[in-house]
C-alpha cells in the first residue's frame, strides 16, 4: 500500500523559515525515482514547486529559487523541502507526489503572514 506523509508545515513570518518532510512508503523504485514538491493556495491552482531525482539533480520553479532547497534520504524513503526566505505568497497547502505515478499525501499547511 502506497503512503506519502507530508509534514513540518506551520505558521511562521515572512522571512522565517520551514523544513518539510515527506515519507514515502510502498512505491516501486519506478515510481519513486523522481519525487515532487507541489502547492496549492485557496482559490488558486495546484503549481510545481520542486523536485529531486534518485541521483540528487533536483530543479526548481523560478518562484523559489535560491530560497528553497530540496533534498532526500534515500535510506529513509524521505523527501525534505528547506524553505528559507518565505513570503506570504508561498502560504499553501503543500504535497509530495512521485513524478511518474499518481499518489498524493495529505498535504502539509504553510501559512506565511507579513
Known amino acids: 500500500q502506497v503512503q506519502l506523509v507530508e509534514s513540518g508545515g506551520g505558521s511562521v513570518q515572512a522571512g522565517g523559515s520551514l523544513r518539510l518532510s515527506c515519507v514515502a512508503s510502498g512505491l516501486t523504485d519506478y515510481c519513486s525515482y523522481r519525487m515532487t514538491w507541489y502547492r496549492q493556495a485557496p482559490g488558486k491552482e495546484r503549481e510545481f514547486v520542486s523536485e529531486i531525482d534518485k541521483s540528487g539533480r533536483t530543479t526548481n520553479a523560478d518562484s523559489v529559487k535560491g530560497r528553497f532547497t530540496t533534498s532526500q534520504d534515500n535510506a529513509k524513503n524521505t523527501v525534505y523541502l528547506q524553505m528559507d526566505s518565505l513570503k506570504p505568497e508561498d502560504t499553501a497547502m503543500y504535497y509530495c507526489?512521485?513524478?511518474?505515478?499518481?499518489?498524493w499525501g495529505q498535504g502539509t499547511q504553510v501559512t506565511v503572514s507579513s
Open positions: 507526489s512521485p513524478s511518474r505515478c499518481i499518489y
